[in-house]
């Protein structure tokens, strides 16, 4: 018996993991799932998917290419306004006008990359900080864009089920961006450029165009989950959608999750969205337990939750 099971564990060995046969369940689970759900359930799952598809976009940019940037209220707030302005004045559908709110905040990105990306490490994170926060002043203070009061959706919103159709049609998207840029020979240029960008530069790679791509890229999704976002509510306000909120929640989810890891994001999401409606009734608590958690993973689980996870399994198959 000992030899047949010696025999046999090699070709166990070589049987395809069950991750893929799991995540495309999911995936059939989720899609399902609005006739069975009620409204409130559809409005946490729509604040779920939007959250993920930022956090996603936050992950390549700080996990991947080693940018960490606390601006992506700027991307969030410019795809909100442009997604409301496009479907005023030019009465476009709801997917033309997304698809118009990522561009318009790509192009801010492109804009905006020749300044920023003459800074390193902290330096570029703060000056990203300041991009959000100047964009939001000049929001407030030009009565062109609706000024304080921001801008109203002359059209009605579609129901919420239909809502949440979107924002899981922008995570597959993202989804799939997120698989070609981290499960091909681009994760490596990307790695490369994050850990030693002059060191990558001397092997050929243009650190600059591997930089720029990215922070397009992550703009663009976060420019449609702004633009949903924006549509969702019927309204965009400068306090609202240029708010440092969108850029913490981003960074909390991944450094929770687990930064630079596929599944991060994901795990991340979950625990804040649930733990948000947990500590609805006390946002003090909340904020204070986010940070606690936040400072406790970084300490003794830089990796988080599922970089402890996977550290835990390994030890438990090696013992």
């Known amino acids: 018996m000992r030899a047949a099971g010696l025999a046999l564990a090699p070709a166990v060995r070589r049987l395809p993991p069950p991750w893929p046969a799991v995540a495309a369940t999911l995936a059939l689970l989720v899609l399902a799932a609005p006739p069975f759900l009620g409204e409130y359930a559809l409005q946490i799952g729509f604040r779920l998917l939007v959250l993920l598809a930022v956090a996603e976009a936050w992950n390549l940019l ?24 496009a479907m005023n004045r030019l009465d476009l559908p709801l997917a033309a006008a997304v698809a118009l709110g990522g561009i318009g905040a790509a192009a801010l990105a492109f804009t905006v990359s020749w300044a920023v990306f003459r800074m ?8 990203t900080l300041a991009l959000a926060e100047a964009l939001r002043l000049f929001m407030v203070n030009v009565p062109t864009f609706g000024g ?7 059209q009605d919103p579609v129901p919420a089920a239909g809502l949440y159709l979107y924002a899981l049609g922008l995570l597959a998207a993202t989804t799939g961006v997120m698989a070609a840029a981290t499960q091909t020979r681009a994760s490596v240029i990307l790695r490369a450029v994050r ?3 002059d060191a990558a530069a001397g092997f050929g790679v243009r650190p600059f165009r591997v930089k720029l791509a990215a922070f397009m890229l992550a703009g663009c999704i976060m420019g449609m989950a702004g633009g949903l ?15 440092l909120g969108w850029s913490v929640d981003a960074l909390s989810i991944v450094l929770i999750g687990g930064l630079g890891l596929r599944l991060g994001p994901a795990v991340g999401a979950v625990f804040v969205v ?8 006390y946002p003090e608590l909340h904020t204070a337990l986010t940070g606690v958690i936040l400072v406790v993973l970084i300490r003794f689980a830089p990796k988080g939750l599922c970089g402890l996870a996977s550290t835990l399994l390994a030890r438990r198959g090696a013992a």
């Open 195 to 197: 850990d030693d960008e």
């Open 120 to 127: 390193r490490g902290l330096y570029f994170t703060v000056g």
């Open 229 to 243: 976002q924006g549509y969702k509510l019927g309204a965009v306000e400068p306090y609202g959608m240029f708010g």
């Open 148 to 154: 304080a009061a921001g801008l109203f959706l002359d």
């Open 62 to 85: 700080a996990g991947y290419t080693g940018l960490v940037s606390l601006g992506s209220a700027a991307f969030v707030g410019t795809g909100g306004y442009v997604v409301v302005a």
């Open 274 to 281: 649930a733990l948000g409606e947990l500590l609805a009734d």
